[in-house]
Structures are given as structure tokens and as C-alpha cells.
């Protein structure tokens, strides 16, 4: 079992949906933890510490900020990039759910020892799933 965290920067509704697809890990958004509003660096030891193998995230940041990369890898946790969606609502978190849901299998699946950064690519707008339109 893993326990991915969902960042405040998602919809908290994420975590509650995928902890009904995949049973078998847990998902805890940064709103039900009471994370919301900490500085990324102490809230990759506060996840160590509670312990959390991952965090989901819109965050490209924590990737890029030298500070936070380090903190992540001295966490030990994996990172899931979800690309920032253009709608709200729940389109919204029907695109997230949609990107994320089968990462997660995978990842899981295909789980390193050390801490590795999924950077995942996917649904922005629900009308990218329509390939085209004919008037009947």
C-alpha cells in the first residue's frame, strides 16, 4: 500500500476519488491533513514524517527551485506532476481524475526504491476527448 498526498493546488475531491478506484493505497488531500498554506520545504518533512510516498501536484516548482528538489529527495518522496487544467468545476476534476487515475497503476506497478519525479501529460479541457463533430 502507498499514501499519496494530493496537493492544495488540486481539487480535494481528487483523493477521495481515487482512493475509491484504487482501494488499495490511500489518498489524503492537503485540505483533510490541515496542510493547506505550508511552505513547500517543511511540508516534504511534515509527509516524511506522516508517512507519505508521494505527492500529486500542479506544482512544477518544486521541481525547478533547487531548495525544494532537495527536499523532496531528502523526504524520500516520489512527485506527480498533473498538467494545470483550463476549466473549472466538475470538468475540473474530471480531467484530473482522468490524467491521474491510470498514472497511479503505473506507477505503482513500476515503483523505484529512490525518489523519482512523474511528470504526466493528458486532459487540459474535456473537449480534447471529442475527435470531431457532425450536425445529424
Same mark, same amino acid.
Request: charged share 10%; aromatic share 8%.
Given at each position: 500500500m502507498r499514501h499519496f498526498f494530493v496537493d492544495e493546488n488540486l481539487t480535494p475531491e481528487l483523493a477521495t476519488l481515487l482512493?475509491?478506484?484504487?482501494?488499495?493505497?490511500?489518498?489524503?488531500?492537503?485540505?483533510? @491533513? #490541515? %496542510?493547506r498554506g505550508v511552505d513547500d520545504v517543511e511540508l516534504f518533512g511534515d509527509l516524511q514524517h506522516r508517512g507519505f510516498d508521494a505527492i500529486i501536484t500542479h506544482d512544477a516548482n518544486q521541481l525547478e527551485i533547487p531548495e525544494e528538489r532537495d527536499g523532496l529527495r531528502s @523526504? #524520500? %518522496?516520489?512527485?506527480?506532476?498533473v498538467p494545470q487544467g483550463r476549466v473549472?468545476?466538475?470538468?475540473?476534476?474530471?480531467?484530473?481524475?482522468?490524467?491521474?487515475?491510470?498514472a497511479i497503476q503505473h506507477?505503482?506497478?513500476?515503483?523505484?526504491?529512490?525518489?523519482? @519525479?512523474?511528470?504526466?501529460?493528458?486532459?487540459?479541457d474535456l473537449a480534447q476527448i471529442i475527435a470531431g463533430t457532425t450536425r445529424l
Open positions: 482512493s475509491k478506484v484504487h482501494r488499495q493505497h490511500r489518498f489524503t488531500s492537503a485540505q483533510s @491533513a #490541515g %496542510l @523526504a #524520500g %518522496l516520489h512527485w506527480i506532476g473549472v468545476g466538475v470538468d475540473l476534476v474530471a480531467c484530473q481524475l482522468s490524467v491521474v487515475t491510470p506507477i505503482v506497478s513500476n515503483w523505484s526504491k529512490k525518489p523519482t @519525479a512523474y511528470v504526466l501529460t493528458g486532459l487540459t
